[in-house]
């Protein structure tokens, strides 16, 4: 058996999240269906983490193993996939790596950008949270300065999962203005279920002035989901990039 990855963009509107589920579409199953169909063998695909339904990719991974010792654009096998899959699906390549790659424990970096929409955009209800009113943007960029000297993110993960450890190490966090979009980049080795949204729902009550940047250390050191604010929509909470290292590429 030979072991590749898999890059996908998929628009999350229409799924109950990436992670197989009973009775339920999601993207992971979607994607075996379709590998398996098109390769003629049985494919079950291990993604680089699970995202909420609702949630958006425009950078995901997931590996699988296969007879098929080698998988290229000689074979079509990406053009073939597309054809097959919805039109919310996309796959972007296929690389081989080595026996022992694992989409989700090999990686060393994602990266998530949440949108708010400043202005109501009816073509993008799906894709952004409109947010009414005006926002202190530079409170939200200390409260992110703030945040990143931090890395026990339990008050920002959601009741009751199965983490092992809700030790995260953020590399970058901050708020920039996008044309009438105001965009939420965070850069972290791991991110925790409904984190980046937690996070986000809460900095917004820090822009509306309804909490002090320096509020978001308090509500680290507690320790404590219900000391932060609201978890911000699904809709708005794109992936954009995973980082893995070069040496476990073939």
């Known amino acids: 058996m030979t072991r590749y990855f898999i890059y996908i963009s998929f628009k999350g509107t229409s799924y109950h999240g990436w992670q197989l589920q009973p009775g339920a579409v999601t993207v992971q199953k979607v994607l075996n269906d379709a590998l398996s169909t098109i390769l003629s063998e049985k494919i079950s695909v291990t993604g680089a983490g699970r995202t909420d339904a609702g949630v958006h990719a425009l950078v995901f991974c997931a590996h699988f193993d296969s007879r098929a010792p080698y998988l290229d654009v000689r074979n079509n096998i990406i053009f073939r996939l597309n054809r097959y899959l919805p039109a919310d699906i996309s796959v972007n390549g296929i690389r081989k790596v080595k026996a022992d790659s694992n989409a989700r424990f ?20 799906e894709t952004g949270w409109y947010v009414h009113g005006d926002l202190d943007i530079d409170a939200m960029n200390r409260a992110s300065e703030i945040m990143m000297r931090h ?21 970058s966090a901050g708020w920039k203005p996008e044309g009438n979009t105001l965009v939420f980049t965070i850069r972290a080795d791991r991110f925790l279920r409904n984190m980046v949204r937690a996070i986000v729902g ?6 509306r002035g309804k909490i002090s940047p320096e509020d978001i250390e308090r509500i680290l050191l507690s320790l404590n989901r219900s000391s932060a604010g609201m978890s ?6 794109f992936l954009t990039d995973i980082e893995y290292p070069d040496e476990i590429f073939e």
């Open 151 to 171: 890395n026990d993110f339990t008050s920002f993960c959601r009741l009751h999962s199965d983490n092992k450890t809700n030790i995260c190490t953020v590399f």
């Open 106 to 125: 090999s990686a060393v970096s994602r990266t998530y950008r949440y949108l708010i929409l400043r202005t109501k955009d009816p073509f993008r209800t």
């Open 232 to 237: 911000a929509p699904a809709r708005g909470l």
């Open 202 to 207: 809460t900095m917004i009550e820090t822009g």
